[in-house]
């Protein structure tokens, strides 16, 4: 392999989720939720709190910004950009996978710039295939961790970009070969949280019981309506082959709305919401219906690109939104968002009453 490949890969990344329509056509479904407006929310909007803990770790706001980028020298300045942003509103960051700094450590910078700020929650990312392909064991998560001065580690799972991928790696069989590596993990080096994270397809609720079985603390659903990885491969692949076969799966994926209902009616750890949140509103309706936080990456990458300030305007804005929706709804802080009604309907409800029904 050529690291050179994966390091133009990155940077091909970057560039059309920044100039390129990289999102879904069909919606994550939040728009089937309604939340009950209160006319009387006896609360001040002033006083809301928006604090919670993810993974024991306090956040000012149940918001992360999930794994975007490394792995090439330019996306040091964006995780720069990100860490300084989410340093000041104490929120949490993930970065983008670090395969590119596990096989090529020259490249680790791009990733260890974190180290610099004040994070509350940093979150790594390795891929769950190359566990398999690879033989990836606990000492290479432990590599991982380190670099970034990690708090918890996100194994992604991407079969849709791994299959349209002319140099992808589709092995999934035998996956719960992590259920050992993460134990061993613990064992051997720390007890933090290890968190399943789809890439834009979403968890079945099949899935979710599989993932508590191998061992996941957590799981980021990252479901479709936000970024479509199938669209950003049709821009980047040349090959006319595989760029036929992505224009076919475009808008493939569970919608990210039935996949965080799918996901915390089976699962006993915590649940991240992802996957098209691009609102406050977003993010009260993903809290009520049972995450415990959300994550959001495609705007931020994009503000990254012109700096921390805008970051932080991005992020400010989703907050204040949520804010507002918990005053409009009566609810103080994030407990009460968490018991707040709601009501399902239109194709959200179709998705849910055929699964109930099979």
Not at 200 to 216: N, P
Not at 230 to 237: F, L
Request: proline content about 3%; hydrophobic content about 40%.
């Amino acid at each position: 392999m050529d690291y050179r490949d994966i390091h133009l890969r990155k940077l091909e990344h970057i560039l059309i989720c920044n100039y390129c329509d990289v999102e879904y056509r069909k919606s994550t479904l939040f728009n089937a939720i309604e939340l009950i407006h209160r006319g009387v929310p006896n609360c001040n909007l002033e006083d809301i709190d928006t604090t919670t803990e993810l993974f024991g770790r306090k956040l000012d706001a149940p918001l992360i910004v999930t794994g975007i980028t490394g792995g090439h020298p330019e996306a040091k300045e964006i995780n720069r950009n990100i860490a300084e942003a989410v340093e000041e509103l104490n929120l949490g960051m993930g970065v983008g996978s670090q395969r590119a700094a596990i096989v090529d450590s020259s490249v680790a910078d791009s990733y260890e710039i974190i180290r610099d700020y004040n994070i509350p929650l940093v979150i790594g990312n390795l891929g769950a295939v190359n566990f398999i392909e690879d033989r990836w064991d606990e000492d290479v998560i432990e590599r991982a961790v380190e670099m970034i001065e990690g708090d918890a580690m996100a194994i992604h799972f991407n079969p849709l970009q791994e299959a349209i991928q002319p140099e992808g790696d589709t092995n999934f069989k035998g996956i719960k070969i992590l259920k050992d590596v993460i134990s061993r993990y613990k064992r051997k080096y720390r007890d933090i949280p290890f968190i399943a994270k789809e890439v834009g397809e979403g968890f079945s609720r099949e899935d979710a019981v599989v993932l508590e079985e191998i061992g996941f603390d957590g799981i980021d659903v990252a479901g479709s309506g936000g970024t479509s990885w199938a669209m950003v491969e049709y821009y980047r692949i040349k090959d006319k082959e595989f760029k036929e076969l992505s224009e076919r799966f475009l808008d493939w994926g569970i919608p990210t709305a039935v996949s965080l209902f799918y996901v915390k009616d089976v699962f006993s750890g915590t649940v991240i919401a992802s996957g098209g949140i691009r609102s406050g509103v977003d993010m009260a309706k993903s809290i009520a219906v049972g995450a415990h936080c959300c994550g959001v990456a495609l705007p931020v990458l994009r503000a990254a690109l012109k700096g921390s300030k805008e970051v932080v305007k991005v992020l400010e804005r989703m907050i204040k939104e949520l804010k507002t929706t918990m005053f409009l709804i009566g609810c103080e802080d994030i407990e009460a968002l968490r018991r707040a009604k709601y009501i399902v309907k239109g194709e959200l409800k179709e998705w849910l009453d055929i699964r109930v029904k099979d």
